[in-house]
């Protein structure tokens, strides 16, 4: 059993209306100008951005704004936020939408309070940073956990790399307000991608190789439970205050470390293998993980299949036989049908990208840094893996 | 489904050898003066104190130590601790120890922040508190959760009162080291009252009469069961490393907030009632709640049998009958089953007192406040439930 470290400072408030004590929060903390970091035009249309406003000002919290985040967000918006905020004297940032508007925040604050070296190098990992500004965030898309999380994910435009930063504590937000009504307006398929994008968080800590807590594991296979039997519930419902409800907290909880304790920092390879498609392609991260998932799963299980035997048998009641093979593979097979019945796709085509082999190649030689790295570490993948992988999701 | 806000800070360093940190720790955070704060001999003859004290002196961590705290930790001790970290400028506790040293430096933190007012007070709730000095914790017993919690509990030998602590956030530790090999020189049945105490902890969250979140009730129930199956390990197997350790994170998560997202805040009367024993006879907190816990159980039930039917069957496979209260009853009597499996009492006769008709009565009005309270939310009780629960558990 692994030793762990276990940090989630950020203050949650959870609930109906819960954003309009935004103002209020800020206020106790004494801040001097607020960015109000946020994406297109639906935080603006659905009236929440003028209502956040309104808090900050009936609050006396002096304020600016800087919208036009993208998903995938990129990094020509981070450092126009940088360059503002230098500027405006900015001391703390406040996130109104996803995990992109999060991500870019978090970008523009490590930028901002690291005036010693460029923001890039934190996502190449040829730096660490020393400092972050404060973030908060109002929440409106429930799949990243950005919202109580120590990583980011930006895309450079010059190459359309997108990568992950380097993990720090400093840039877990240091409130997260959670007002599941804000997600109600989300088209279908941004919500259902949300959903994988959450059980992706579990499982890419779920899937190691190594002895793992009990407890750590029910608590995993209890989240990916409820997001699952709520996920359904939303494509019919999709106003279902309690399911929308529990996939948010749901949400929240499988990136902010507790899905991790114990099985020293999980796999990751589905993340990195979908950065690729992500950051060539545009795709929406949670369906670009579906339609990749089932084809790693395929790749690696016999490197455990007991480990993919209890997910079958622990999620999905699939009957524990001596053929533990069997049983990992009906596991795989009952995750893609909960795929398919959320209209996720499970395949690349399924997500709208038709592949030459020229095509998946690159994507396995950018996946590989050039073929100069492996990743995952329940099977370490190098770039034939890779490109096996991708080939076998086409 | 209720709103609720969810924050914990508390660092957390999960693992074998981790009090060996303590000092490097220590040392980031530069305090000036550090209190080491610790109960009886089994800190002293154990090394576990000298080991710490090394690790302070090889980080250049200047310290002093006042030992002695008893369970159920006394306020005498606390106005101890209180002059001397006056006297001595102490600007930062350190607990080696289990819940009741903790506790007691929580208060200390709370008397020496707030001159302004006697820190009893707080445990009157008479006054809240502005500030409390940062406290640290090296745990050496699994079971109160005072490591990530924001509350405390002390007895005034004035009178006996054992009284919770107003909750704040102030008192939540900044890191919890927890090293399961330092629980298992505990007796038997210090190990499996501990192991009571964190499944009360999550049981008077879990039962409650409004709508719950799935999330957190599945997260209670996986909890509650992996502290179920690793106590009974712990009879045969008292240096089991695994089960400590599955027993020691769950004993923090219990009490951390996590399961109580959503409920409101929880019922808390086996806990009051449990006060009064604990503060008139002195016994184990834990074992003081599982001879309590199957009367209370079967005194309220019926407010919501189908809450106590669920606990059945998710926790103890009962099968689901038609027949709801023979289900919910089926699931007390599982739970008191258990207790007895690891030999721990159901009934105060088996806690070791014998009680007159007198002293049930004077056990009632002193939990009553003097019968100008209830506690309670499951069901609410006044003086005279409280007083047949009592004796229903004679």
Chains 1, 2 share one sequence.
């Not at 999905?316 to 009906?330: G, M, N, R, Y």
Request: with cysteine.
């Amino acid at each position: 059993m692994r030793s762990f470290e276990y940090y989630t400072p950020t203050k949650v408030i959870f609930g109906k209306d819960t954003h309009l004590k935004t103002g209020a929060l800020l206020k106790e903390k004494n801040y001097k100008k607020v960015l109000i970091h946020y994406g297109g035009n639906s935080a603006v249309s659905s009236g929440l951005l003028d209502e956040i406003k309104s808090s900050l000002e009936d609050a006396g919290v002096s304020y600016i704004t800087l919208g036009g985040v993208v998903p995938n967000p990129r990094l020509s918006k981070v450092r126009e936020g940088i360059e503002l905020c230098r500027k405006e004297n900015v001391d703390f940032l406040l996130a109104v939408g996803g995990g992109s508007v999060i991500d870019s925040c978090k970008a523009i604050g490590y930028g901002v309070a690291n005036p010693w070296t460029d923001v890039w190098n934190f996502f190449l990992k040829t730096e660490t940073p020393k400092a972050c500004l404060p973030i908060g965030t109002v929440l409106t898309i429930a799949a990243s956990g950005s919202e109580m999380s120590n990583s980011c994910v930006i895309t450079n435009e010059d190459g359309w790399l997108k990568r992950g930063s380097v993990k720090s504590d400093l840039c877990r937000p240091v409130f997260a307000i959670l007002n599941p009504r804000l997600t109600y307006t989300l088209p279908q398929y941004q919500t259902e991608s949300g959903c994988v994008d959450i059980l992706m968080h579990t499982m890419e800590r779920y899937f190691v190789n190594i002895e793992t807590m009990e407890i750590t594991d029910s608590i995993s296979e209890a989240l990916m439970q409820t997001v699952i039997y709520n996920a359904r519930i939303l494509m019919k419902d999709p106003g279902n205050y309690n399911a929308r409800a529990e996939v948010m907290w749901a949400g929240s909880l499988s990136h902010n470390g507790l899905t991790g304790c114990g099985t020293a920092g999980g796999d990751w390879a589905c993340h990195q293998l979908e950065h690729e498609l992500g950051g060539l392609y545009d795709v929406a991260h949670g369906a670009g993980l579906a339609a990749l998932w089932g084809s790693w799963a395929r790749y690696v299980y016999k490197e455990n299949p007991e480990r993919f035997a209890q997910f079958a048998t622990n999620l999905f009641d699939v009957p524990w036989s001596a053929d533990i093979e069997k049983t990992a593979l009906a596991g795989i097979e009952a995750m893609e049908e909960f795929f398919r019945s959320v209209e996720m796709p499970t395949n690349l085509r399924e997500l709208g990208l038709n592949l030459s082999d020229e095509q998946i190649h690159e994507l396995a030689f950018r996946c590989s840094f050039e073929d100069t790295r492996t990743i995952g570490v329940f099977k370490q993948l190098n770039m034939k893996d890779m490109e096996k992988i991708y080939l076998a999701a086409r």
